[in-house]
């Protein structure tokens, strides 16, 4: 079975600043991989996800994964942070139909 | 095209009843997942079903849970009685096969038992 780690259960950065959140996923095979972004009070939605056709992944909203098998990891990055980037960042993976497995989560504070 | 939709989004009861939390997943896909989400335990697959037929029942908590998928377009996530360790939000997902296991989510129902 998948298990994820994320570093960081709380990250603080500047508007304007890089967002770098680690994830980190432990599987022989690789899996499909996600990140999902949950804003307060909403539901889970999709940021972007990994299914080996490249290594680096372009989601919504400027964010980007790259996948490093040799580091078995899929941080999640954005070169700017807005104000708006401020909520709960899920990693997830999956190595068998659906059954996703997820993060701890981050919580993403944007500060003026 | 519309989401996966869950009702009710918010519900306060007292211990022991019943609780009936429901999702319509989204139109044409065959996987129906219920999560809940805990801030001490985090995101938790609870159940899941491929064409309505419960496949993996191993995260639901205990007997007082149940859920069921009479249809391809409507499920329903049951406890009872309900106890306050059940506060949570619990959260409806869908997916269609050969997706690359895109899972899509509801905006959840915020449980809270007094």
């Known amino acids: 079975a998948q298990s994820v780690t994320q570093l960081g259960s709380h990250v603080s950065v500047s508007e304007g600043a890089l967002v770098l959140l680690r994830c980190n996923y432990s599987s022989s095979v690789p899996p499909y991989l996600f990140w999902y972004v949950q804003y307060p009070n909403q539901g889970l939605q999709l940021l972007l996800k990994?299914?080996?056709?490249?290594?680096l992944v372009k989601g919504i909203n400027g964010f980007e994964a790259e996948f490093k098998k040799s580091e078995t990891s899929f941080h999640l990055t954005k070169p700017s942070a807005h104000m708006s980037d401020a909520a709960e960042y899920f990693c997830a993976a999956s190595d068998s139909w659906g059954k996703l497995q997820f993060g701890a989560g981050t919580q993403v504070v944007v500060t003026p | 095209d519309a989401g996966v939709i869950q009702s009710p989004r918010h519900e306060v009861t007292e211990m022991g009843q019943e609780v009936t939390l429901r999702c319509k997943p989204i139109s044409g896909h065959d996987y129906l997942f219920w999560y809940r989400q805990t801030m001490m335990r985090g995101l938790e697959l609870l159940i899941y079903f491929n064409n309505n037929v419960p496949i993996d029942d191993s995260g639901m908590p205990e007997d007082r849970f149940s859920a069921k998928m009479p249809n391809a377009s409507f499920s329903t996530l049951k406890i009872q009685p309900s106890e306050p360790r059940d506060s949570a939000v619990y959260f409806c997902?869908?997916?269609?096969?050969?997706?690359?296991?895109?899972?899509?989510f509801g905006e959840g129902s915020w449980l809270t038992v007094v």
């Open positions: 990994y299914t080996s056709a490249a290594t």
């Open positions: 997902a869908s997916m269609v096969a050969n997706s690359g296991n895109t899972i899509y």
